[in-house]
């Protein structure tokens, strides 16, 4: 009895490793197989990129212009562009007031 006991042990174990084993051999999507896994520094090996039509390029274009926040040449990003009015001290007034606080002589 107890050699059979150690054979049907022996089989549920045997049957479980290939188990796991099917498993993990089959968990990869489809996707995922043939993919790039080694890489070179500075060398690109994926799809070219398609060119864009000039229509799609005029459409970005003025999507970009409209997000700017500003317009025109010289300006990008969404900051707005604030007026330098009277409120920006003179660079001369900077150098007088840290000299009288002892900073530099």
């Avoid at 007026?83 to 840290?98: F, K, Q, T």
């Amino acid at each position: 009895m107890t050699g059979k006991r150690i054979t049907i042990a022996h089989m549920v174990r045997t049957l479980s490793v290939i188990a796991v084993a099917a498993v993990a051999l089959t968990a990869c999507r489809a996707d995922e197989q043939g993919r790039m896994i080694r890489y070179e520094p500075g060398v690109y090996k994926g799809k070219s990129d398609t060119q864009l039509s000039e229509s799609r390029l005029e459409e970005l274009r003025n999507r970009a212009r409209n997000q700017g926040g500003a317009s025109g040449t010289g300006f990008s990003g969404g900051a707005k562009v604030q007026d330098s009015g009277s409120d920006v001290r003179v660079p001369g007034e900077l150098n007088e007031r840290a000299q009288k606080q002892g900073g530099a002589k």
